[in-house]
């Protein structure tokens, strides 16, 4: 599975941006997708994950929830981020991340840097 993260760039607090995750390969196979960040400094955390097959359960930590909507489209093989009311601690590189069978996030993009200015 090859993952290809894109829609990152700068943006003022309150502002909005939608990253988009396409993949390609084997991503029938997946079980959910995630989009994970990583601040300057500090340790990659979980934003969001979708479950890719049946239905489209999704979860959001605790500081996205409200402001941030992550979907799918698997006609597209893409996952989205839609970021509302972004905030300067948001600032960090935006990873999407493919579950396989093993429920581990084996499957990494190369990362889309997110900047919120406040």
């Known amino acids: 599975v090859q993952l290809q993260a894109s829609g990152g760039g700068w943006v003022q607090a309150g502002g909005s941006l939608r990253l988009s995750c396409v993949g390609s390969?084997?991503?029938?196979?997946?079980?959910?997708f995630g989009w994970f960040r990583q601040a300057p400094g500090k340790e990659r955390e979980f934003v969001a994950s979708?479950?890719?097959?049946?239905?489209?359960?999704?979860r959001i930590a605790d500081s996205a929830e409200g402001r941030f909507t992550i979907s799918r489209d698997r006609a597209k093989n893409a996952v989205y981020l839609q970021m509302n009311s972004l905030k300067p601690e948001d600032t960090g590189v935006y990873f999407c991340?493919?579950?396989?069978?093993?429920?581990?996030?084996?499957?990494w993009g190369q990362g889309t840097l997110v900047t919120v200015s406040s």
């Open positions: 991340a493919a579950q396989g069978a093993n429920y581990k996030y084996d499957y």
């Open positions: 390969g084997r991503t029938a196979e997946m079980l959910r």
């Open positions: 979708i479950i890719w097959n049946g239905s489209s359960r999704t």
